[in-house]
């Protein structure tokens, strides 16, 4: 899991109910809400040097997010967001602003530690039923202090040196689950030439996402010997081809963008309709 998504793997993985996260979810954002100036994050394709190089950024803005090698993010105050766009927009440098009001990963966001954590002590945990790996901790984790909830939305990201320790223990089947495929790309990045992993996302921009699911599904069952939904067995989760670890790849809100999935709605009205009481 990688921000956000490191909530979501927690759920999926029985470390907390799903209601108990969408909870402690909802109440974070409450307490950010009534704690937090308002920020920024900007995404920027360069190499990480940039950020210790260049007084702008480590002077108005923190290191939140280590992608891979020539991809990173940071975190920054409101006043400081045009500035920073500017900069890069001026050395023609790819960036993107991320659809966040806070400055996640980053200090400030500090205002809203000790409410969250008086909050989450109170929510029962349970030890992971799948393996669970952190980008916060960059390692698999067996079970979790209460501080370790509010530190993956404190705590940069490092979704590189995460992959990169994992890379060096096995090879590994890597399957975004994601809204866009943004983390199979950053997965494809960190990985040596000679890898033997393999990397797959199901939900796309471009559509075809009935047709990356299945491509996945019948990947999976057909190295398990039948054509069966790896999702119905939790047995089966973590293992992928040849005995490699499969790993469920779930990315923070920053992946999302407006109007991403349109076309999903009518596709699914019951779902939409629900969210739209709700």
């Known amino acids: 899991g990688a921000s956000l998504g490191e909530y979501t793997s927690a ?4 470390v907390f109910e799903f209601e108990v996260m969408l909870g402690a979810l909802d109440k974070q954002v409450e307490i950010l809400k009534a704690s937090c100036p308002n920020g920024g994050m900007i995404a920027i394709v360069d190499d990480q040097g940039l950020f210790r190089e260049t007084p702008l ?13 020539s991809h990173f993010n940071v975190s920054t105050r409101t006043d400081a967001l045009k500035e920073i766009e500017n900069f890069l927009k001026g050395k023609e440098i790819a960036h993107q602003t991320l659809p966040v009001p806070y400055g996640f990963h980053s200090s400030l966001i500090d205002p809203a530690a000790s409410r969250f954590m008086d909050f989450i002590r109170q929510e029962k ?25 509010w ?11 995460t992959i990169q320790k994992l890379e060096r223990k096995h090879s590994a089947v890597y399957v975004d689950v994601g809204p866009s495929g943004t983390l199979a790309n950053f997965v494809k ?16 921009p471009f559509g075809n996402d009935i047709k990356n699911l299945e491509k996945v599904i019948h990947h999976l069952a057909g190295k398990n010997g039948r054509h069966a ?18 790993t469920w790849v779930f990315p923070g809100q920053g992946s999302q963008k407006k109007g991403m999935g349109g076309s999903l709605f009518n596709d699914y009205a019951e779902l939409t309709g629900k969210a739209d009481d709700i």
Not at 11 to 14: T, Y
Request: contains cysteine; glycine residues 2%.
């Open 11 to 14: 759920a999926v993985s029985g």
């Open 229 to 246: 939904s790896p999702v119905k067995e939790r047995s089966n989760l973590n293992k992928g081809k040849d005995n490699k670890m499969l």
């Open 125 to 149: 945990q349970n030890f992971p039923q799948i393996p669970l790996i952190s980008c916060a901790e960059t390692e698999m984790i067996q079970s979790f202090k209460s501080q370790h909830w």
């Open 57 to 69: 950024l480590y002077e108005n803005s923190e290191l939140a997010a280590r992608n891979y090698p």
């Open 189 to 204: 990045y960190n990985l040596a030439k000679d890898s033997e992993s393999e990397i797959f996302h199901i939900l796309s």
């Open 151 to 161: 530190d993956v939305a404190r705590k940069p990201v490092d979704f590189q040196k």
